[in-house]
T-cell receptor, first 115, second 113 residues
Framework: ETGVTQTPRHLVMGMTNKKSLKCEQH?????MYWYKQSAKKPLELMFV???????ENNSVPSRFSPECPNSSHLFLHLHTLQPEDSALYLC??????????????FGSGTQLSVL | KQEVTQIPAALSVPEGENLVLNCSFT??????LQWFRQDPGKGLTSLLL?????REQTSGRLNASLDKSSGRSTLYIAASQPGDSATYLC????????????FGTGTRLTVIP
């Protein structure tokens, strides 16, 4: 176990559904991330939170809405998704401070299928 | 924009062989470079992180090297085992933060018993 837990592991949803992905880290880190992994494409950074503040939104469509209520929890709210949004969604955390270059710890991911 | 390329896309080797995976990046102004392992349907596990001031890092049978000037890194795996079968990805940070990473598409390694 990496110390980063994602739920659910698998999710099937219709295009009109609303669902949420959850991520929890038990490592005391101060930064959390959402990445998207589509087949045969590099991992894409979606959102970054440092100290609960969103510091990066990598041009992600508004149908994806992140929420970071505290430094241990991260959510990704999904609404009106498209079939091309089907992918593995990965959460990660790290300890970031000035001058540090710490490793990323990933969860096991949520495999999302949009019908 | 940083681009990361990994060659080959897939590699099969017999057990016990030594092997090298390659990673190249277009912008040499990087903080560090990380190598990850991903098993099918799973998340990523960080294997090695090389700081920009370092030339290599070692962990067990793994050795990663970094040549910033040429925009290249290699991951050397000694005495490969079937348990090493996985996809190996390299990643470098973008300009906005040390851990906002650009990933390659990975090399899928199969070690044949």
């Amino acid at each position: 176990e990496t110390g980063v837990t994602q739920t659910p592991r698998h999710l099937v949803m219709g295009m009109t559904n609303k669902k949420s992905l959850k991520c929890e880290q038990h490592l005391g880190h101060n930064a959390m991330y959402w990445y998207k992994q589509s087949a045969k494409k590099p991992l894409e950074l979606m959102f970054v939170y440092n100290f609960k503040e969103q510091t990066e939104n990598n041009s992600v469509p508004s149908r994806f809405s992140p929420e970071c209520p505290n430094s241990s929890h991260l959510f990704l709210h999904l609404h009106t998704l498209q079939p091309e949004d089907s992918a593995l969604y990965l959460c990660a955390s790290s300890q970031v401070s000035v001058g540090d270059n710490e490793k990323l710890f990933f969860g096991s991911g949520t495999q999302l299928s949009v019908l | 924009k940083q681009e990361v390329t990994q060659i080959p896309a897939a590699l099969s080797v017999p057990e016990g062989e030594n092997l090298v995976l390659n990673c190249s990046f277009t912008d040499s102004a990087i903080y560090n470079l990380q190598w990850f392992r991903q098993d099918p349907g799973k998340g990523l596990t960080s294997l090695l992180l090389i700081q920009s001031s370092q030339r290599e890092q070692t962990s067990g049978r793994l050795n990663a090297s970094l040549d910033k000037s040429s925009g290249r890194s290699t991951l050397y795996i000694a005495a490969s085992q079937p348990g090493d079968s996985a996809t190996y990805l390299c990643a470098v940070p973008n300009q906005t933060g040390a851990n906002n990473l650009f990933f390659g598409t990975g090399t899928r390694l199969t070690v044949i018993p």
